[in-house]
């Protein structure tokens, strides 16, 4: 065991610093100003428990069952309440979202502004999500009181700070991201260690609220680049984003996998996910806390033809209810093409909740295929922990940092300048995510001859070299109406 | 072998897709074409630079997020400003939210100043026999 796991305190930023950066961060914009952590506090209290998300997480991780969530966000507080209303009643989703714009992502609040005013005036939301930041408080409060169901933010902020001061105060009880996952897929310059840092306050100060018997949900972001990820990859950075929430008191933790495609790799995929990031949470000293997890229908690129989306669709809720995964991200119709209409987006969770319905009462039957595949998961997740341990020198912050930065760990085509960027996937003759070319991964040379020897296969079938025509041929497959990119 | 052309490619505005840009990289690089890839969330300004530093005859715009109409208002003007009054400029992507009639978006683009504008489902085969065209065009 390691020293770590008898003082787990130790990690936690002193109030005394926090309340520091709190100063400065609810400075950054005027609406800041209106965050009032106690008042916060009465009025989250206030709160009826069939809106708590962290509440809705673990009653359906207690009763096997598997919650629908779309995701939705524009530019105006009246149009947003009308869109979640619409998702809530016709859609009949279990949990909402608030999806979050572009520019608040980035922190630049006046191009939001901007983008508020232009859409008043086109009468038609210009932004892909809605600017909370701008709306302030009183904007937050309206959209979370306006619906029934517990009610998440999802974004991809490298520095949620103030997003996350605001929407917290503002009545949402989830909220989604994490130091790795919502830089390296989503920022181009911003350094590890700062968004890691940025990120401990964000969990530090759900900590404080859980401190208070506010229950709030944390939910790393799972898929990551969405494209062609390999299960190891996802995994580690979920797990190591698990135990830095849970460092600064996080309880309640969903962790997510974005499907691959593979029926088996995915199934298996879930289920190692929980059980690996049980044993490294208690290797780390920790034992109380909820953990869930979230399966994300197909995250690459999807056919522009809607029955065809449909397809990849009800595939994603099958795998999602047969890993026993406990909420499923749903896709819409018009993925091909963009921000959807509401119409499109309830019904793709219409499509996931027949899928989830007539699957509810069964089991994926465990085989020897997935056996297989479960064990190489752990097997490849344990080598790539190993390695940020020995980096970190027992530290998991310390070796996340550096073995991002020796590429030990990386994330294939990721646009962060921190990242290496050198690792390439591709799939195998039967459509698992392989390793083609593994960079600088901490991955043994028996793992990879397991990888190479699979894409060999299929290299055999296909009648060519494994080559970088498979990886982009295998990218497009999906919208191209096949999972594995055959070719021509 | 043809005129090896440079070209300046990027993901424009607060937009990180980057998968498709990686692609577009190593598509145009194998077609001949010499890219300066910005990669994803280049500003308008960035563009221009770096057209002007490469000698380019041409700045591919990506947009896949939806703010495409508000991060590409006035990059031709720009262009004028700095110089570039024959710069070919391409734009594709989801470059708008919602769904609009694509012959519509394509309207939108060209008053903005943009060539030529693709959707996610044209052939980048076609594309870049288009570029060289217009890019021959231009030369005359």
Redesign the interface.
């Known amino acids: 065991m390691n020293e770590g796991a008898t003082n787990v305190s130790v990690y936690k930023i002193s109030d005394e610093k926090f309340n520091e950066i709190r100063n400065e961060i609810l400075a950054t914009w005027p609406t800041g100003k209106d965050v009032d952590f106690e008042e916060a506090i009465k009025y989250q209290q206030a709160i009826p428990e069939s809106k708590n998300f962290a509440v809705a997480m673990k009653k359906a991780g207690e009763e096997n069952r598997t919650l629908l969530q779309p995701r939705a966000g524009v530019a105006l507080v009246t149009e947003h309440i009308n869109l979640l209303k619409y998702l809530e009643t016709e859609g009949e989703a279990d949990l909402l979202p608030t999806t979050i714009d572009?520019?608040t992502?980035?922190n630049?609040y006046e191009?939001a502004a901007?983008?508020v005013e232009?859409s008043l005036q086109a009468r038609?939301?210009?932004?892909?999500g809605f600017p909370a930041v701008n709306h302030g408080l009183v904007g937050c409060r309206m959209v979370t009181e306006a619906v029934k169901s517990p009610i998440q933010v999802r974004h991809?902020t490298p520095d949620a700070r103030l997003l996350a001061e605001i929407t917290l105060a503002g009545g949402f009880t989830s909220f989604e991201g994490g130091g790795i996952s919502y830089n390296i897929?989503?920022?181009?310059k911003v350094p590890l260690q700062k968004s890691i840092d940025d990120w401990k306050y964000v969990d530090r100060l759900v900590g404080k609220y859980e401190e208070r018997g506010i229950h709030i949900n944390r939910e790393p972001f799972g898929p990551l680049?969405g494209?062609l990820v390999p299960p190891c990859v996802s995994h580690v950075v979920a797990i190591v984003e698990g135990i830095l929430a849970l460092r600064q008191g996080v309880k309640s933790i969903t962790l997510g996998y974005g499907q691959g495609g593979n029926l088996v790799q995915d199934v298996s995929a879930i289920l190692s996910l929980k059980s690996l990031a049980h044993e490294y949470f208690k290797r780390e000293g920790f034992n109380e806390y909820d953990l869930t997890t979230v399966f994300h229908q197909w995250m690459?690129g999807f056919p522009?033809d809607e029955a065809k989306a449909f397809a990849v669709i009800s595939l994603g809720a099958t795998v999602a209810v047969l890993s026993g995964a406990d909420k499923v991200i749903v896709k819409t119709p018009?993925e091909?093409?963009?921000?959807?209409?509401k119409e499109?987006n309830a019904q793709g969770i219409k499509a996931t909740r027949q899928a989830v319905n007539m699957l509810r009462d069964q089991r994926f039957p465990v085989s020897e295929e997935q056996n297989i595949e479960t064990e190489q998961i752990k097997k490849e997740v344990r080598s790539l922990m190993d390695t940020i341990y020995r980096l970190g020198e027992g530290d998991i912050e310390k070796g996340v940092v550096a073995a991002v930065e020796a590429g030990a760990l990386d994330v294939p085509?990721?646009?962060a300048v921190c990242n290496h960027g050198k690792i390439l996937p591709m799939r195998d003759n039967n459509g698992y995510i392989r390793i083609f070319n593994k960079g600088n991964m901490a991955l043994s040379d028996e793992i990879m001859a397991y990888h190479r020897e699979k894409l060999e296969e299929r290299a055999k079938i296909e009648g060519r070299n494994v080559c970088?025509q498979m990886v982009?041929d295998d990218?497009y497959a999906i919208s191209k109406g096949a999972l594995v990119g055959r070719p021509r | 072998m043809s005129t090896p052309y440079n070209i300046v490619l990027g993901v424009i505005g607060s937009d990180c897709h980057s998968v498709g840009n990686k692609i577009l990289e190593a598509y145009f690089t194998e077609n001949g074409f010499n890219v300066t890839n910005l990669g994803v969330m280049v500003s308008q300004e960035e563009f221009i630079a770096a057209a002007i530093e490469t000698g380019s005859k041409a700045i591919l715009v990506s947009s896949l997020y939806g703010h495409g109409e508000i991060d590409c208002a006035g990059l031709r003007e720009k262009c004028i400003e700095k110089g570039l009054d024959d710069i070919i400029l391409y734009v594709g992507g989801n470059l708008v939210v919602g769904k609009v009639p694509f012959e519509q978006v394509v309207e939108k683009f060209k008053k903005m100043g943009f060539d030529r504008v693709f959707s996610n489902e044209g052939s980048l085969d076609q594309e870049a026999e288009l570029l060289r065209k217009d890019i021959e065009e231009r030369l005359k």
């Open positions: 572009a520019y992502r980035l630049r191009n901007d983008g232009k038609t939301s210009l932004l892909n991809g897929p989503y920022a181009k680049t494209t690459g522009p018009h091909a093409k963009g921000i959807p209409t499109a085509f990721a646009p970088f982009t990218i």
